[in-house]
C-alpha cells in the first residue's frame, strides 16, 4: 500500500477505486493546502493528485523522497517543474481528451457573449434599463461568416474550428509541428476573432504582447482559455481602454484568480470567468478517472495511460 496525498475533493466516484487499492488523503477545504502543507504532506507521499492551482518545484520535490507519480488534474502542466520530476524519477501524467469539447464549448460561449454582449445585455435587464425595443443599442458583432483565428492548433484548438464551421467562419490558424499554417502577425491582421489554445511555455509566455495587440483589428476580440500568462495583461488592459481592440473574453488570468483593485477588473469590453473551461459534470468525472489511471499506473512503476514525461 502506497500514501497518496489528494490535494483537493473531486468529482465522480473514481477515487474510491484509489481508496480501494492505497491510503488516500484528501485535502478537504475550498482553498489549495497552502506551500508548507503541500511540503509536510508530500513528504511521506508515495504519489500526489495536484490540481493547476498547485505550484510543484524543485523545492517540493526535495521535500517528497519517497515520491514516485505525480497526477496532474489538467490537460495543462505548467505546474510542475517537468524537469524537475523527470530528474528524480518521478512520473507525471496529465488528462487530455476528456476536456477538449468542454473547453471549446466555453470558447465559443465566451465568443459568441463577447461579440453580442450578452454581460451588458443581462445588466440591463437587471438594472431596468430596458425601455424599449432600440433599433441602434446595443450593437454588436456578426459571428456568422466572420474570421476566427485560432493560435494552437492541438485537440483544443481543432474542437474550436469545428464549431466555428458551423458559423461558416473563416478559419485561420498559426503554424504547427504537424500542419502548415498563418504566422501569428498574419492571423492577428485578418482576425475578427482571436482564440488561444496553445499551452503555457517559455515560448508563449507574453505570446500576446503589447505589439501582438496592435496587430489586430480595431474590432477583433480576443477568447483566451488556455493560460492567463499567455497574455500581457498590462498591455491587454491598455489596449481594451485605448480601443486598439473591440473586446476580450478570459477564462484564465494571471494571476488567478484576480485580487480586487486589480486594473484588468475595471477594464472596459472584458468578460472574465473563473477558469471554467472543463466544469462540466460529465469532463470534470472522466478527469477524475483519467487522474486516477494514472496514478495507479505511477505507483506499480507503469508507464501512465496519459504520461507527460519519459
Ligand atoms: C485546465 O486549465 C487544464 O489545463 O485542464
Ligand atoms: C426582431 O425581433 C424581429 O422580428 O426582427
Redesign the pocket.
Known amino acids: 500500500m502506497a500514501l497518496c496525498f489528494v490535494t483537493r475533493q473531486l468529482p465522480g466516484p473514481a477515487l474510491d477505486q484509489l481508496r480501494a487499492a492505497h491510503d488516500v488523503e484528501v485535502w478537504t477545504e475550498r482553498l489549495p493546502p497552502p506551500p508548507a502543507e503541500l511540503r509536510a504532506r508530500g513528504a511521506r507521499a508515495d504519489g500526489l493528485l495536484t490540481l ?1 492551482s498547485d505550484r510543484v518545484d524543485a523545492e517540493l520535490l526535495d521535500h517528497c523522497p519517497r515520491l514516485k507519480a505525480i497526477s496532474n ?4 502542466y505548467d505546474n510542475i517543474d517537468l524537469e524537475a520530476a523527470t530528474s528524480r524519477g518521478i512520473r507525471v501524467g ?2 487530455p481528451e476528456v ?1 477538449t469539447d468542454a ?1 471549446a464549448d466555453l470558447a465559443f460561449a465566451l465568443l459568441l457573449a463577447a461579440a453580442r454582449m450578452l454581460p451588458q445585455a443581462i445588466e440591463s435587464v437587471r438594472v431596468g434599463d430596458w425601455l424599449t425595443w432600440e433599433p441602434g443599442h446595443p450593437l454588436g458583432h456578426e459571428v456568422h461568416g466572420a474570421t476566427l483565428g485560432i493560435v494552437g492548433l492541438g485537440r483544443i484548438g481543432r474542437a474550436v474550428a469545428q464549431r466555428a464551421q458551423g458559423f461558416e467562419m473563416t478559419v485561420l490558424h498559426t503554424r504547427t509541428s504537424m500542419s502548415t499554417g498563418e504566422p501569428l502577425e498574419l492571423l492577428l491582421e485578418q482576425s475578427d476573432f482571436v482564440s488561444l489554445h496553445c499551452p503555457l511555455t517559455p515560448q508563449t509566455h507574453h505570446l500576446i504582447d503589447r505589439a501582438a495587440l496592435a496587430q489586430m483589428r480595431p474590432n477583433a476580440i480576443l477568447i483566451n482559455t488556455a ?1 492567463g500568462q499567455i497574455v500581457d495583461h498590462a498591455a491587454l488592459r491598455e489596449a481594451l481602454t485605448d480601443g486598439t481592440i473591440g473586446g476580450a473574453a478570459l477564462d ?1 488570468t494571471d494571476p488567478e484568480p484576480l485580487p480586487a483593485g486589480h486594473p484588468l477588473r475595471s477594464a472596459p469590453n472584458l468578460i472574465v470567468t473563473p ?1 471554467i ?2 466544469a462540466t459534470r460529465v469532463a470534470r468525472e472522466r ?1 477524475t478517472q483519467l487522474a486516477v489511471d494514472n496514478l495507479l499506473a505511477g505507483l506499480e512503476d507503469r508507464q501512465m495511460p496519459h504520461q507527460v514525461n519519459r
Request: hydrophobic fraction near 40%.
Open positions: 493547476l488534474y489538467a490537460v495543462g496529465n488528462t476536456l473547453t493560460r484564465v477558469h473551461g472543463s478527469m
